[in-house]
C-alpha cells in the first residue's frame, strides 16, 4: 500500500476562497498533492477586501497541528498568514518540537487589497522564530521592507533585501517584484547556490488575489514531490503565470478575482 505524502498549510481561511487556506488546497490539488489544513484564523472577505477576521486560539493551531503531523506523512508545510503573535510562538515551537523536512514562510502582513491582516507585534515574532525555521521564504515588496527595515523602491534593493533576510536564517529567499509596475514581474531568489532573476511577463488581469499564497503553496507541492529547492521555485513561478493568464476575462465578483489554480481548465 503506498503512503501518501502530504503538504500542510497553517493559514487563515478565505471566506471568498481565493487565498488563504482554500487557495493553498486548490493549488496543492491541481499539482497532484495531497493537502491538510491547520486554521490560524477566520476572515469574511470578498473580491473587495475584508471585512472581518476572527484569530483561533494558540491552543487550537496546536491541537490541529498535532492531529495531522503525528498520522500524516507530512513532507511540507506552508506557513501563511497567523494572524497573532501568540500563534507565532506556537508554531515556532511546534515546528522545533515536531520538525517536517520543509518548511515554506509567507510572511503574510497584507492583503493585496492593502488590509493588514497581522498586528504589529507578530512581525517582530515572524522574524526572530520562524525566518531561521524557514527552508523558503517568500515576501513581497512591502514584507520584505518591513522585515529588514530597508527601502525597496527598485530591483537592486530588492535583492539587497533578499540578502538581509538570509542573514537573518532563512534557507532561500525569494523576494516578489509583483508589486512594482512595469512590462514584467520580476523575482529574486537568493539561495546557497547563489543568485537567480526568475522573469516573467506582466499579465493584465484584475485577478490577483491570492498570488502569494498561490505561488508558496506551489512551492511546498513541489518539494512534497521531491523536487528541489531552486526547480520547485522556477516551477511554481511557472504554474502561478499560467494560473494568471488563464484567469484573464473572469469575473468572479465586484473587485480582484483569484487566479485560476486549475489553470487549464475554465468555470462554468
Not at 515556532?92 to 520543509?102: G, H, I, K, S, Y
Not at 530591483?155 to 512595469?182: I, N, Q, S, Y
Amino acid at each position: 500500500m503506498t503512503r501518501v505524502r502530504v503538504m500542510l498549510t497553517i493559514a487563515g481561511s478565505d471566506s471568498s476562497g481565493g487565498a488563504g487556506i482554500q487557495a493553498d488546497l486548490k493549488t496543492a490539488a491541481a499539482l497532484g498533492v495531497y493537502g491538510a489544513s491547520v486554521i490560524t484564523a477566520l476572515t469574511a472577505q470578498n473580491t473587495c477586501g475584508v471585512t472581518g477576521i476572527f484569530p483561533v486560539s494558540a491552543e487550537f493551531v496546536a491541537q490541529q497541528y498535532e492531529a495531522v503531523v503525528t498520522d500524516l506523512d507530512v513532507r511540507a508545510v506552508k506557513i501563511g498568514m497567523l494572524g497573532t503573535a501568540e500563534v507565532v510562538h506556537m508554531v515556532a515551537d511546534l515546528l522545533a518540537r515536531m520538525p517536517v523536512p520543509a518548511v515554506v514562510l509567507d510572511p503574510v502582513m497584507v492583503a493585496t487589497s492593502g488590509d493588514r491582516l497581522v498586528p504589529l507585534d507578530a512581525v517582530s515574532a515572524i522574524r526572530d522564530l520562524l525566518l531561521p525555521l524557514a527552508t523558503v521564504v517568500t515576501p513581497n515588496i512591502a514584507e520584505a521592507q518591513e522585515l529588514t527595515g530597508l527601502k525597496i523602491p527598485d530591483e537592486a534593493a530588492m535583492e539587497a533585501a533578499a540578502r538581509a533576510l538570509r542573514t537573518l536564517g532563512a534557507g532561500t529567499v525569494v523576494v516578489k517584484g509583483g508589486h512594482f509596475v512595469g512590462a514584467t514581474s520580476n523575482d529574486v531568489v537568493v539561495g546557497p547556490h547563489g543568485t537567480e532573476w526568475l522573469r516573467a511577463p506582466r499579465i493584465d488581469t484584475i485577478n490577483t488575489h491570492g498570488t502569494g499564497c498561490t505561488l508558496s503553496s506551489a512551492i511546498a507541492a513541489q518539494l512534497v514531490l521531491g523536487v528541489e529547492v531552486p526547480e520547485a521555485i522556477t516551477a511554481a513561478k511557472d504554474y502561478l503565470t499560467r494560473a494568471l493568464i488563464s484567469a484573464k476575462g473572469l469575473s468572479y465578483g465586484s473587485g480582484h478575482g483569484p487566479v485560476n489554480h486549475l489553470v487549464d481548465r475554465t468555470y462554468s
